[in-house]
Antibody, heavy 120, light 107 residues
Framework: QLQLQESGPGLVKPSETLSLTCTVSGASISSSGYYWGWIRQPPGKGLEWIGSIYYTGSTYYYNPSLESRVTVSLDTSKNQFSLRLSSVTAADTAVYYC???????????WGQGTLVTVSS | DIQMTQSPSTLSASVGDRVTITCRASQSISRWLAWYQQKPGKAPNLLIYKASSLESGVPSRFSGSGSGTEFTLTISSLQPDDFTTYFCQQYSSYPLTFGGGTKVEIK
């Protein structure tokens, strides 16, 4: 059974880089045909897709509104993928979810989410 | 980017009511639309995919319809567990985008 679990610091200072890891169990991130990605939700607000990376690591898509600050990467040796968001501000405070999506389908697995607060 | 406009933002209803939530896309997304239910403090839970396909384990009182730019989620008879928030999402093209959400409240 697919499980995704986010981990990382719950508090990040303004202007620093937010780094999160998603550990996948029940499936290999090297399995063909899947994108691995990140979605966030500010407190009391809606959902925003951040970015996704293909299992090969060679294809990725980022939200244009965040593209200049975002990197999503794979670590196949640990069956993990990661998010880095640079130059954070209070507006980046949110619950961050990791998710899996088949290349031509809907997201079919979500992590439970982790709250990241940007504050000095 | 494809904009998803969801309405209403809040809906007041009673147990047993039939309710409908609408999602409109700014351009055609064929049937590449999902509906999620989200309870406070939890990750979204998939209800419907490909506009009208019921996810395994989801009660049959939930149904979806539509294609192109207009979609609906219908709950045929509201149950106490259904009073929460619902989102639509298009996955026709990147960037993936979500509707703003509909909170279903007890009247």
């Amino acid at each position: 059974q697919l499980q995704l679990q986010e981990s990382g610091p719950g508090l990040v200072k303004p202007s620093e880089t937010l780094s999160l890891t998603c550990t996948v169990s029940g499936a290999s991130i090297s399995s063909s045909g899947y994108y691995w990605g990140w979605i966030r939700q500010p407190p009391g607000k809606g959902l925003e897709w951040i970015g996704s990376i293909y299992y090969t690591g060679s294809t990725y898509y980022y939200n244009p509104s965040l593209e200049s600050r975002v990197t999503v990467s794979l670590d196949t040796s640990k069956n993990q993928f990661s998010l880095r968001l640079s130059s954070v501000t209070a507006a980046d405070t949110a619950v961050y979810y990791c998710a899996r999506r088949p290349s031509s389908g809907h997201p079919d697995g979500w992590g439970q989410g982790t709250l990241v607060t940007v504050s000095s | 980017d494809i904009q998803m406009t969801q309405s209403p933002s809040t809906l007041s209803a009673s147990v047993g009511d039939r309710v409908t939530i609408t999602c409109r896309a700014s351009q055609s997304i064929s049937r590449w639309l999902a509906w999620y239910q989200q309870k406070p403090g939890k990750a979204p839970n998939l209800l419907i995919y490909k506009a009208s396909s019921l996810e395994s384990g989801v009660p049959s009182r939930f149904s979806g319809s539509g294609s192109g730019t207009e979609f609906t989620l219908t709950i045929s008879s509201l149950q106490p567990d259904d009073f929460t928030t619902y989102f639509c999402q298009q996955y026709s093209s990147y960037p993936l985008t979500f509707g703003g959400g509909t909170k279903v409240e007890i009247k």
